[in-house]
């Protein structure tokens, strides 16, 4: 279904309150280990869903020996594959390519390449690549890299920034939903783009995280997630497939006390 972004009333001082409360409740993932298991069983796993621009990613992952989930993964948590997406770094398309920088570096010349999706896709790729290699095949110095800069990851991993980590962990949920954790039975397989109820945006990723994890250990069942759209801003949405699952998911919110308002 077409994503739509209804209006929603904030309940600001329940959401502090929720993040007081669920800061340390924030999922405790390791993301070194989650990826060393992801290598050893399951890069050759199909996605669930057909997602946008899946000939540019399978052409990508064919070329550079990638698995075709972990490049859907990073451009869902770079840009929910907006190819237009810009960053105020100056990072863009569907891969979040930092130009001129990074662009220059993987050949590109007009700032226009960036924004047409395979050859961003597949220069996402190469640069994975070039990442994989440095850090021996470690998936997650390799991601923390990706957002950091290889700069700023040494090469044994003896000293990876708190937000490097983040954004790790934050790839590798990305994943678990291309592969298809906990998708309803509902949602087309192909995929257009879930219904979206926005719920809070946060400058910091831990309070997104945090606040995702909190409002779930009171409604299990409801699908929420969280996107970087920059470096300080942080989108929560609670994801539905179908008017039931959307209907659903109100009364779940307004029973863990988040009710939204009329016309939600």
């Known amino acids: 279904m077409n994503a739509r972004r209804p209006r929603v009333i904030l309940f600001v001082l329940l959401a502090l309150t929720l993040l007081d409360a669920g800061l340390a409740a924030a999922s405790q993932v390791?993301?070194?280990?989650?990826?060393?298991?992801?290598?050893?069983?399951?890069?050759?796993r199909d996605p669930a869903l057909t997602f946008p621009y899946e000939h540019c990613f399978r052409r990508a992952a064919a070329a550079h020996e990638l698995p075709v989930s972990l490049l859907l993964a990073v451009a869902r948590g770079e840009s929910n594959?907006?190819?237009?997406?810009?960053?105020?770094?100056?990072?863009?398309?569907?891969?979040?390519?930092?130009?001129?920088?990074?662009?220059?570096?993987?050949?590109?010349?007009?700032?226009s390449e960036l924004h047409q999706p395979c050859a961003n896709v597949d220069a996402g790729a190469r640069y994975l690549v070039e990442l994989?290699?440095?850090?021996?095949?470690?998936?997650?110095?390799?991601?923390?890299?990706?957002n950091y800069g290889p700069a700023r990851i040494p090469v044994d991993g003896s000293r990876v920034p708190d937000g490097a980590r983040w954004y790790s962990s934050y790839i590798y949920r990305h994943l678990r939903y291309v592969l298809g954790d906990r998708l309803p039975d509902t949602l087309p397989k192909n995929w257009t783009g879930e219904g979206e109820l926005e719920l809070a945006i946060f400058a910091a990723p831990y309070r997104a995280e945090a606040f995702v994890?909190?409002?779930?250990?009171?409604?299990?069942?409801?699908?929420?997630?969280?996107?970087?759209?920059?470096?300080?801003?942080?989108?929560?949405?609670?994801?539905?497939?179908?008017r039931?699952?959307?209907?659903?998911?109100?009364?779940?919110?307004?029973?863990?006390?988040?009710?939204?308002?009329?016309?939600?």
Do not use: C
């Open 30 to 44: 390791d993301p070194s280990r989650a990826w060393r298991e992801f290598r050893r069983s399951e890069t050759g």
């Open 132 to 146: 994989l290699e440095r850090y021996d095949g470690d998936m997650h110095l390799a991601l923390a890299a990706y």
């Open 213 to 242: 994890e909190s409002l779930q250990l009171t409604a299990p069942a409801l699908r929420l997630e969280w996107f970087r759209e920059d470096t300080a801003r942080h989108r929560v949405v609670l994801l539905y497939a179908s």
């Open 81 to 111: 594959f907006n190819t237009n997406a810009v960053s105020s770094a100056n990072a863009r398309g569907l891969m979040q390519i930092l130009w001129p920088g990074t662009a220059r570096h993987l050949g590109f010349t007009q700032l």
């Open 244 to 264: 039931e699952e959307y209907d659903s998911a109100l009364r779940l919110l307004a029973a863990a006390g988040f009710p939204m308002g009329k016309g939600a």
